[in-house]
């Protein structure tokens, strides 16, 4: 194992749980507290009333962000500054909703900025992957998949609410998107292999 290289692939990490629970179980308290101070007196019955109304509202609005990759972008975005640090050649890269993938074919390495462990860069050797595939489907999106340790990491080439044909303009062009990056990847794990 290199130097920089991440020993355990952890997809979600402290900060985004933290994250979590703050924005959807503390908000709403904050926001049902203001509430009931603002109008004169403060009633239990009121606060916990609003307080299950407002966490509704929250969690709703967190899972919508959380699908569509937003709820953490600033933060991997600002982590993302950091990769030409690295001693690495990453001369490919694919941004997500779930996060930035990294390619050195050359020396047959990995980088991966989780969305949901967006303060930390995991380094890979590409010999830690395993069942890189595409997976070109009308119905669910056409997306690449790959597994770091047994994990599953899915990147989605095109995602729509419209069923879309593979055969369709667009969709042609997110699956050979997609079977470009499969290539990469097992290109990588085979240089990997050779070191």
């Known amino acids: 194992m290199k130097e920089n290289e991440t020993a355990k692939f ?16 503390v908000l709403p308290f904050l926001l049902s507290l203001l509430a009931c101070l603002g109008h004169g007196e403060f009633r239990l019955d009121a606060f916990l009333t609003l307080s299950v109304v407002f966490m509704v509202i929250v969690w ?36 997500g909703r779930g996060g930035i993938l990294y390619i050195d074919v050359e020396h047959g390495m990995i980088g991966f900025i989780s969305a949901y462990n967006p303060l930390k860069i995991q380094i890979f050797s590409a010999s ?4 890189m595939r595409t997976i070109p489907s009308p119905w669910t999106g056409i997306r690449f ?3 770091i340790d047994g ?7 095109l995602l729509t609410n419209k069923v879309v044909s593979t055969k369709s303009g667009i969709g042609a062009e997110a699956v050979s998107k997609a079977d470009a990056f499969v290539e990469l990847l097992e290109a990588a794990k085979s240089r990997a292999g050779r070191r």
């Open 60 to 95: 709703i609005f967190l899972i919508m962000l959380i699908g569509y990759g937003n709820l953490t972008a600033l933060f991997v975005k600002r982590t993302a500054k950091g990769i030409d640090k690295l001693p690495y050649n990453f001369n490919s890269s694919f941004k």
């Open 128 to 131: 830690r992957l395993s069942k």
């Open 151 to 157: 994990k599953k990491i899915s990147m989605p080439t």
């Open 10 to 25: 952890q997809r979600f990490g402290s900060f985004f749980i933290l994250l979590l629970l703050g924005l959807g179980l």
């Open 145 to 147: 998949v790959f597994y």
